[in-house]
């Protein structure tokens, strides 16, 4: 059984953080029966894969991905769908879309099925620092303990973005949409402003909706932009064609062009979309430093909302609360929201395509502005303190964290160090499409062989 240990001093592997994406290259770590590897995860929190996305208990939040396409592993695509089919009375169908609350279960009991699940060491601990010493790591926790490891997998998951405190004046009534029990300790009767409008945006909703929420609902993006719904199955296999040779303005056309042809002949939008998701990585990575300026500049948000797509019942839930006038999108630019003297708060924007400034009255405000992705607005993390040690790089457009194959971290001189690796998030600005549990556990499963092939059955190399 892992257990947590008061006296471990070193380790072969340190995972840092316990979400999906450390708890998916665990288990592959933890695989092999033959393996002499010595893995801990470092994670603080009460129990493992209790990320961002799957630490909600609620019911009314489900994946954004049909069962059948989140098993842990992709030679096994059914696993998930077995998983959940054991769980209950009847065999649940692989285009379900099941409760993320089962999905973070499942993770944590796949890896407790692993042959050497019970040597893992799990320190609920917070890492701070990692320096480089002699061949390895010494991670430094927020008790002031110490770790050596003889290479570390960056785990870290998804930091939320912050609304920058000189646009909030005064004592406003704030709640961060991964925040569930705050959101479900939202007055009924409150008027509400969602600060952004994608994927978060749609938790605080449905928290807010699921619970008899009666007072108004604005969300304010720049785009004024909702995810849209998934279709039904079918899409097929399909290819790239000549995509990958154009241009960002051709690649688009085309794309369209794909779009129309399909709604003529009587299919649906998203099979389109489907078909290009297995080249996402393909088709970010063959854009020109300019074109990928042009497409997060202009394009990225509708792509978001084409390709990250909801539970058609998800979507159901918004558009009934649109269409009965308690929930409703704006679109422009957030200014500032000062504090009014009842309480509430008062909102500042400037509309999309207009100079004017106005203002909505809310009783609470939600921050949903997603994911923050630069590593230099994260002073004060781990990964700051990597940057200042010159062990990290941004990667390509400032996003993320420099990488190459498998996960290996680039240092500030563009070096690839042999006992650093990151996978997620993190590796967003290199390969684009790298949150989503397909693309988890295809770089788990890669960085959990390097790593076996490198360190399994060789003397540990000394930290000086």
């Known amino acids: 059984m892992s257990h947590e240990s008061g006296d471990l001093t070193e380790v072969d592997v340190a995972i840092v953080g316990g979400g999906a994406a450390g708890v998916l290259v665990a288990t592959r770590l933890l695989a092999e029966p033959d393996s002499r590897l010595r893995v801990a995860i470092v994670e603080p929190a009460d129990e493992l894969a209790r990320g961002a996305a799957y630490a909600t208990a609620q019911p009314e939040h489900l994946l954004n991905v049909m069962a ?40 944590r009991e796949t890896l407790r099925a692993q042959p050497r699940y019970p040597s893992l060491q799990w320190l609920r601990e917070r890492v701070v620092d990692i320096e480089r010493r002699g061949h390895g790591n010494v991670l430094t926790f927020s008790s002031g303990r110490t770790l050596a490891a003889r290479a570390v997998v960056l785990a870290v998951g998804n930091a939320p973005r912050r609304i920058p405190a000189s646009r909030l004046r005064g004592g406003v009534r704030l709640a961060e949409a991964w925040d569930y029990e705050a959101i479900s300790a939202i007055p009924a009767d409150a008027d509400v402003c969602i600060v952004g409008s994608g994927l978060s945006m749609v938790d605080a909703v449905l928290g807010l909706a699921h619970r008899g929420h009666r007072g ?18 079918g899409a097929g296999e399909g290819t790239l064609g000549n995509l990958l040779s154009l241009g960002l303005r051709d690649r688009l056309r085309l794309i369209r062009a794909w779009t129309r042809a399909a709604t003529a002949a009587g299919e649906p ?15 970010w ?23 990250h797509r909801i539970a058609p019942q998800v979507a159901a839930t918004l558009d009934g609360l649109r269409a009965g006038g308690r929930l409703d999108a704006v679109a422009g630019r957030l200014l500032s929201v000062e504090a009014r003297a009842d309480g509430g708060a008062e909102v500042f924007y400037r509309p999309r395509h207009e100079d004017e400034v106005r203002t909505l009255r809310a009783d609470w405000i939600v921050n949903a502005t997603g994911v923050e992705t630069l590593i230099d607005l994260q002073p004060d993390t781990l990964l700051g ?21 498998p996960g290996r971290v680039l240092d500030a001189r563009g070096l690839a160090d042999p006992g650093l690796f990151v996978l997620g998030a993190m590796r967003i600005g290199t390969l684009w499409e790298s949150i989503a549990i397909p693309e988890l556990r295809g770089q788990a499963q890669a960085i959990a062989e390097h790593l076996r092939a490198a360190l399994d059955d060789r003397p540990a190399a000394s930290i000086a």
């Open 385 to 405: 303190a990597l940057r200042m040690r010159g062990r990290v790089l941004p990667g390509p457009q400032g996003i993320g964290i420099a990488s190459e194959e």
């Open 68 to 107: 059948g396409g989140m098993s842990a592993f992709a030679e096994d695509p059914a696993h998930f769908v077995r998983f959940l089919s054991g769980s209950g009375d009847a065999a649940v169908s692989a285009t379900a879309f099941a409760a993320r609350r089962d999905y973070g279960r499942y993770l």
């Open 216 to 233: 108004r609902i604005h969300v304010l993006s720049r785009h004024g932009l909702m995810p849209l719904a998934h279709a039904a199955p």
């Open 285 to 307: 990575r063959s854009l020109t430093h300019a074109d990928q300026q042009r497409f997060l500049r202009h394009v990225v948000r509708y792509w978001d909302i084409h390709r």
């Open 269 to 283: 939008w998203q099979w389109v979309f489907d078909r290009l998701r297995p080249h996402g990585q393909a088709l």
